[in-house]
């Protein structure tokens, strides 16, 4: 589906999802995640052919460690901020289409600052940052030495019409000339923040790339050239009128995979360790055998690179559900990110009351990783490139959070057999060496606590994170593990943190 009715589907769903006093269960987007996700790419191999190799369990073990991070979209969407990152521009107008790409040349973002973004995520106890190199727009935020030769002329006589050129289309051309991304992984590197690079698969201001999945300029062969759920995607973008161009030459076609390809080389041979490349969309089956190449090829580059599977099927390394928790835990062998908004769009928001809330940020937070995933919360900057005040305020409050409970969630596992949860305001974690269950309460339980699913070992400690005192706990038959809480916990001002506590025990049966 396009992004408008993603949204107008899913709006019910996340709307009040999670809040601080308990977690409402949100409803999965499509049933059967992740292995639902490939049906997008039906002519990719189910099993990747032979000598191709995924990323090493080594590298599938570090994500899995993370559990919490920030996606981040920002590129020239970001000066007319009409929300919703680049997807606008399929609605324009085509003089608004004209202005809109021809805004680079005045962009100069003088509030960036890659080190203060990455003393905010750091202080937000966030393990890694997404970043968008190039959305579907085209633009590139990096040094990229690619060239775009053909465009869309939206207000050529008599219509629009595909004109030659000869340009990067990056912030290199920009006032503000300076390699984003270079900055933004020099600075992760120093701190030891994972980097996770955002890559579309279609570029809209590069008129080689039509005509695949949504690209504004469409041509004859378009039903030919695009996987059937792209072509009914595209028709309903478009009403049934898309603007119709003539087909890609050969010549065209072959341009457009070799930027592709070099564009994702530069990514991942000039900015050192990139831990993670998210791939988006989709290319089409025509082009298939040489975006599978590109991926081999990415793998030589980087072998322990983590690849997003959106566009290259089971040839990817991991899924990302948007703006949806799975209902339970999710049985696969590809790890998983949850990606949500903090505010109403992944692209900034400048309204401070669009922001959902600490507490929205830890019981998402909570509720995946009991699941067996994480949590990536999409904040973007300005076009200035400062975040909304409001909402480092939100992020920060969850590192508060974290420095209290972070043992629960980082490098930590969903218990067996499907024991993430006791009803609506539990939810379970465990040690990787399965010595330790967390028990993660999203609503204060008053002064007892019954427990059915766990059982401490004889003579363990119950604490509450946070605080050095021990609990008062005993077992019975019927009702499970009775957890007695102080008199003293019961003033919010006495716990150790807000919107959820946590108990640590040896569990004999975790």
Not at 77 to 88: D, L, N, T
Not at 110 to 116: I, L, P, Q
Not at 141 to 163: L, Q, S
């Amino acid at each position: 589906m396009n992004r408008r009715e993603f949204l107008a589907t899913t709006a019910a769903a996340f709307t009040g999802a999670c809040t601080c006093r308990g977690i409402q269960q949100v409803p999965e987007r499509t049933p059967g995640f992740p292995e639902s996700q490939l049906k997008d790419t039906p002519y990719i191999e189910t099993t990747p052919i032979a000598g191709y190799h995924s990323a090493p369990a080594s590298a599938y073990e570090a994500f899995q460690d993370m559990k919490f991070g920030i996606r981040i979209h920002w590129g020239i969407y970001s000066i007319w901020s009409r929300g919703a990152e680049s997807w606008p521009f399929l609605e324009m107008s085509f003089a608004d289409r004209q202005k809109y790409n021809d805004l680079y040349k005045t962009w100069n973002p003088v509030g960036f600052d890659a080190g203060r973004w990455m003393d905010i995520f750091a202080e937000s106890g966030m393990k890694m940052f997404a970043f968008t190199s190039k959305h579907h727009e085209g633009f590139s935020m990096f040094d990229t030495r690619t060239r775009v030769k053909n465009r869309a002329n939206w207000m050529a006589a008599g219509g629009p019409k595909i004109e030659s050129c000869d340009l990067a289309y990056s912030i290199m051309e920009t006032p503000f000339r300076r390699d984003v991304v270079k900055e933004l992984c020099d600075a992760a590197h120093k701190r030891g923040i994972k980097i996770d690079l955002y890559f579309s698969h279609p570029d809209w201001y590069d008129a080689d790339f039509r005509p695949y999945v949504v690209h504004p300029l469409q041509v004859p062969s378009s039903r030919i050239l695009m996987a059937p759920v792209d072509w009914e995607r595209t028709q309903r973008t478009y009403h049934g009128h898309p603007v119709i161009v003539p087909d890609p030459s050969d010549a065209e076609v072959a341009h457009m995979l070799r930027r592709h390809r070099e564009q994702l080389e530069e990514l991942l041979t000039n900015y050192g360790r990139i831990d993670m490349l998210c791939l988006d969309m989709w290319l089409g089956a025509k082009v298939w055998p040489e975006l599978r190449e590109t991926v081999m090829k990415l793998r030589e580059l980087q072998p322990d690179v983590m690849l997003r599977n959106r566009g290259i099927g089971n040839y990817g390394d991991y899924f990302t559900p948007e703006r949806a928790i799975p209902a339970s835990m999710v049985g696969s062998d590809k790890p998983w990110f949850c990606i949500n908004p903090l505010g109403t769009d992944f692209s900034y928001d400048p309204k401070a009351a669009n922001y959902k809330g600490t507490g929205w940020i830890v019981s998402t937070l909570v509720d995946t990783v009991a699941k067996g995933g994480g949590l990536m919360v999409g904040v973007g900057p300005s076009a200035l490139g400062e975040f909304h005040p409001e909402a480092v305020r939100q992020m920060k409050a969850a590192g508060a959070w974290l420095k209290v409970n972070g043992e629960a969630i980082y490098a930590t596992r969903p218990r067996d057999g499907g024991r993430w949860a006791e009803g609506d305001t539990v939810r379970f974690t465990r040690s990787k060496d399965r010595q330790f269950v967390f028990a993660i309460l999203t609503e204060w339980p008053g002064t007892e606590l019954a427990l059915k699913s766990v059982r401490p070992a004889e003579r363990s400690r119950v604490t509450l994170m946070g605080s050095d005192a021990a609990l008062e706990w005993r077992f019975d038959s019927s009702r499970g593990t009775i957890i007695s809480l102080p008199e003293k916990l019961q003033s919010a001002a006495n716990r150790p943190c807000e919107h959820a506590w946590t108990l640590k025990f040896e569990a004999a049966n975790g």
